[in-house]
């Protein structure tokens, strides 16, 4: 995929905030410090556009960017974050299940795993959720890079198990260290845009 332009939009936190072009929506969700930002960089070969940061829950709302004028990338807010309040994490729900529930332009939702653990109670809960909300999901296995390329097969088994991913959700190793699944992950988006 030729990226001819990549631009940061808006951050929502309204649905009134939400872009009005219909542009067709790629959305991402996962733990906090999963990755989803460094994933969004790699994925549109840049280096720092999404903000990506060690310090987990730094997004808070949903991060939109633009790329080739052809699709939106919707980064957000890390889950599972301990030191979000309360009232800050029943926000963030609210605020993801009613994206989840209506809107229209979202083609597919990237639900972001780190390789190297076996998906928490938050990640099997936003999983069924989607599959609740009959939302076409693909499984981004992320942090490839982070252990041994021997154990790629086991820890995947290890998370579609978990998760018991749908057959036909589509799962993918990636790794924004090294670059590994970006070309797939494409393929997978642009499959899902063109439908
Ligand atoms: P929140 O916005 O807080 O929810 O986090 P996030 O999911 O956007 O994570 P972010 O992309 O900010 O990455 C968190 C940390 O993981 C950063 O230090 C990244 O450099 C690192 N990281 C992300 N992806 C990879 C990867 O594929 N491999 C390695 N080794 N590190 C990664
Ligand atoms: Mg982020």
Same mark, same amino acid.
């Given at each position: 995929?030729?990226?001819?332009?990549?631009?940061?939009?808006?951050?929502?936190?309204?649905?009134?905030?939400?872009?009005?072009?219909?542009?067709?929506?790629?959305?991402?969700?996962?733990?906090?410090?999963?990755?989803?930002?460094?994933?969004?960089?790699?994925?549109?070969? &840049?280096?720092?556009?999404? &903000?990506?940061?060690?310090?987990?829950?730094?997004?808070?709302?949903?991060?939109?960017?633009?790329?080739?004028?052809?699709?939106?990338?919707?980064?957000?807010?890390?889950?599972?974050?301990?030191?979000?309040?309360?009232?800050?994490?029943?926000?963030?729900?609210?605020?993801?299940?009613?994206?989840?529930?209506?809107?229209?332009?979202?083609?597919?939702?990237?639900?972001?795993?780190?390789?190297?653990?076996?998906?928490?109670?938050?990640?099997?809960?936003?999983?069924?959720?989607?599959?609740?909300?009959?939302?076409?999901?693909?499984?981004?296995?992320?942090?490839?890079?982070?252990?041994?390329?021997?154990?790629?097969?086991?820890?995947?088994?290890?998370?579609?198990?978990?998760?018991?991913?749908?057959? &036909?959700?589509?799962?993918?190793?990636?790794?924004?260290?090294?670059?590994?699944? &970006?070309?797939?992950?494409?393929?997978?988006?642009?499959?899902?845009?063109?439908?």
């Amino acid at each position: 995929m030729k990226i001819t332009q990549a631009e940061f939009v808006i951050s929502a936190v309204k649905p009134h905030q939400y872009p009005e072009d219909a542009l067709p929506e790629i959305a991402l969700a996962g733990r906090s410090n999963v990755g989803k930002s460094s994933l969004i960089n790699k994925l549109i070969l &840049r280096k720092n556009l999404a &903000r990506t940061s060690s310090q987990p829950g730094k997004t808070q709302q949903l991060n939109y960017y633009r790329v080739n004028d052809q699709v939106y990338l919707v980064d957000f807010p890390g889950y599972g974050y301990a030191k979000v309040s309360k009232t800050q994490r029943v926000l963030f729900g609210e605020m993801i299940e009613r994206y989840l529930q209506g809107r229209e332009p979202l083609k597919l939702q990237l639900l972001i795993i780190d390789i190297r653990h076996e998906p928490s109670e938050q990640d099997q809960q936003m999983y069924k959720w989607l599959k609740h909300y009959e939302i076409p999901t693909c499984v981004v296995v992320t942090k490839a890079d982070k252990i041994p390329k021997s154990k790629w097969d086991k820890h995947i088994k290890m998370v579609k198990k978990t998760l018991e991913v749908d057959p &036909r959700d589509s799962v993918v190793l990636f790794s924004s260290e090294l670059g590994i699944g &970006r070309e797939q992950l494409w393929d997978i988006i642009n499959e899902a845009i063109a439908t």
